[in-house]
């Protein structure tokens, strides 16, 4: 029984450990990355207890790897990065050359084989896309100007990889081949590989964009999802079966392809759960292949590449920046951020291991630098602000900033302002309003196109998760008003309420919440004020209601005001008690006083007349609240108001006065 369902308890048995490893890599403030490689690593074949099918995690994990490149995909912007181009291409250029030359000396030092040394070289010289959004947003860089031009260099480095996935079968691949056949053969991949590209970008443009419109409006959304996977991955399945191409590029086009679509962004929503889930998978997956033993055995070669991947290239980076005069603070944001490598090292290295180049313990010390740099380059990024402050003052400034066209602004926290976390319908709709009003105000939001959507409305935006990042540190809470917590979910409502609230103990905090326990939470948390959607909804049916039934504003607002004072108690299942507390106030409210409805009549001579002019509180002592007129009320009435025939004016008063003044309207 165990061998028949072997692939099944390696699936779920990673999927719990890539959990558990996430969780703890999350309470030690590291990056979840490296505790699903940990989780991989228990369940694999080299730690004692179960040990998993890594062969069969495989299979799976190339799902993974297409996820990613699609998603890689549709975030992919030729504008994005045109802004940057001057520094970020050739830069990247330069860099997988000299991390290449680099790693490839650091191998003929171990002893390894040329070919291996390629293969280092390559896999040293790529940095992890997912690792460096995530620490840029955690440091709250992502939209300065080092953080864009570093993203626009991951760019140029994803599409070198693809071109390097497509050469390395060419010239690694079986058998002895003369340079004639060589350039024949890189001749053909490149042909086949332009035809592709060229039957994506001219029929893959019209006809993917056309048919996922097509089933948004007629087809349910299962089908929508189910859409967006058959297009990821039967484009890369299609791109290797009739192209001999890696299902990287394929998956990757489609995603080119697709985010020009009017629906890119729900695409993106959709296939975010997929892509979240198979690249865990596929961490997992590369962590069974990691042996402990050999990196035991291989420590002083474990520790040099990890000089390399972190210092070595935080060096050639700085080299660049001068280079180019990028600016110091810019330098340092990319040397940062790309000291590290990831999912495309990963990549590489297991095409190296397909192709015979690399060995299982070559792999593994990749795969251990790997692991290693990615848990320490989060620190990284906390020497940036430091080393700026040090390297201003000296001589090297001169030198980054010769030529700089970009000043950075001065790093001045903002203040007076109101921070809204989450910038769907209600968080839109509260920006807006305080944006017209020229109130400050700092949009926090984790998901990047809906965050170039505030920026593109002329919002400051912070991009990340705020309830899993450091990115709350970055909006100066402990400066600010109010903070609006407009996110849905509740868990993570209350970690961002119990962290800003260590942090700014006296500001006011305003969140939504949908269910009792919730509401007690987010109280518990230090929630200042709470409003619950559904039952404010029950509120404004109420107010409505006894408003046209002729009850005065102020009192119905008293009303509501009760219910919401007993935290929503009042309207839930058991809170008949405090709905009739809430009712005495409001009977009370309504001693001796009535809200009467008159018309204006045809033949009253003070039609057409205002309210000062009518002047009906010292002819009668009755007040006008309210006016309807033409199916349209009117609450909040002034000495300008115009009275017509046909009107109904709402009066407040005792009995005798409204009876006069109902004479006097009535004509």
């Known amino acids: ?59 799976l994990a190339e799902v993974g790897v297409m996820f990613m490149m699609f998603g890689t995909g549709l975030h992919f912007s030729f504008k994005d990065l045109n802004e940057v181009k001057g520094i970020a291409v050739p830069g990247a250029i330069l860099q997988i050359a000299l991390g290449t030359v680099a790693g490839y000396a650091l191998a003929l030092a171990f002893g390894w084989e040329p070919a291996a040394g390629i293969m280092l070289g390559l896999s040293v010289s790529i940095a992890s896309t997912v690792v460096l959004i995530k620490n840029l947003t955690d440091a709250g860089l992502y939209q300065s100007r080092g953080g864009r031009i570093a993203t626009g260099w991951l760019i140029v480095e994803d599409l070198a990889t693809v071109v ?35 039957l994506m970008l001219v029929v893959g443009s019209r006809l993917l964009p056309w048919l996922l419109a097509k089933i948004a409006r007629f087809c349910p959304r299962e089908l929508f999802q189910l859409a967006v996977v058959v297009i990821a991955l039967g484009t890369a399945l299609a791109a290797a079966m009739l192209f001999d191409l890696s299902f990287a590029l394929g998956a990757f086009l489609a995603g080119v392809v697709v985010g020009t679509s009017k629906l890119s962004h729900r695409v993106a929503a959709e296939a975010i759960p997929f892509q979240d889930l198979f690249s865990i998978i596929f961490f997992a997956s590369v962590g069974m292949m990691v042996n402990p033993a050999t990196l035991t055995a291989h420590l002083g070669q474990l520790v040099a590449l990890v000089a390399l991947i972190m210092l070595g290239k935080w060096f050639i980076n700085m080299a660049l920046g001068a280079l180019f005069s990028a600016g110091v603070r810019t330098s340092l944001t990319i040397a940062a951020g790309l000291s590290q490598i990831g999912e495309f090292s990963f990549i590489i290295g297991q095409t190296g291991m397909a192709l015979g180049v690399l060995s299982a313990d070559q792999y593994s010390l990749i795969l251990g630098g790997a692991v290693v740099s990615i848990a320490l380059n989060s620190f990284v990024f906390k020497l940036v602000d430091p080393l700026t402050s040090r390297l201003e003052r000296s001589s090297l400034a001169r030198v980054y900033e010769r030529r700089a066209r970009v000043i950075e602004p001065p790093k001045e926290g903002m203040r007076d302002h109101v921070v809204v976390v989450g910038y769907g319908h209600a968080g839109t709709y509260v920006a807006e309003v305080l944006k017209d009003l020229d109130v400050p105000c700092l949009v926090v939001e984790r998901d990047l196109p809906v965050a170039e959507e505030a920026e593109e409305a002329g919002l400051p935006v912070l991009v990340g998760d705020a309830a899993n990042s450091e990115i709350l540190a970055h909006a100066h809470l402990e400066h600010a008003r109010v903070l609006v917590i407009a996110v849905a979910a509740e868990g993570a409502a209350e970690m961002i309420a119990r962290e800003a609230r260590e942090v700014a103990p006296h500001l006011r905090i305003v969140a939504r919440a949908d269910t009792q326990d919730g509401v007690e939470a987010l109280v518990a948390a230090g929630v200042d004020d709470l409003v619950r959607p559904e039952l404010e909804g029950g509120i404004e049916l109420m107010r409505h209601t006894l408003v046209d039934l002729g009850y005065r504003p102020r009192q119905i607002q008293g009303y509501a005001n009760d219910l919401r004072e007993s935290g929503y108690a009042a309207l839930g299942d058991n809170g008949r008690a405090e709905r009739q507390r809430a009712f005495g106030h409001l009977i009370a409210s309504l001693s001796e006083l009535e809200l009467h409805w008159v018309e204006v009549g045809e033949r009253c001579p003070m039609a057409g007349c205002t309210l000062a002019k009518l002047d009906l509180r010292a002819r009668t002592g009755a007040n006008a609240v309210a006016l309807r007129r033409g199916g349209e009320l009117e609450l909040f009435l002034d000495a300008t108001t115009v009275l017509r025939a046909g009107d109904l004016v709402g009066l407040m008063g005792t009995a005798e006065q409204l009876e006069a003044a109902e004479g006097l309207l009535n004509g």
């Open 164 to 198: 390097i996935l497509v050469v390395l079968p060419v010239v690694f691949g079986p058998g002895e081949v003369t340079p004639a056949q060589l350039a024949s053969e890189l001749a053909l991949a490149l042909v086949k590989t332009v035809a592709f590209v060229a």
């Open 1 to 59: 029984m165990h061998g028949d369902t072997i692939l099944l308890m390696t699936f779920v048995l990673a999927l719990v450990a890539a959990f558990a490893g996430g969780m703890i890599a999350r309470a030690l403030r590291l990056p979840p990355i490296v505790g699903y490689l940990v989780g991989g690593l228990v369940v694999g074949p080299f730690t004692p207890g179960f040990s998993g099918d890594s062969h069969a995690m495989n299979q």
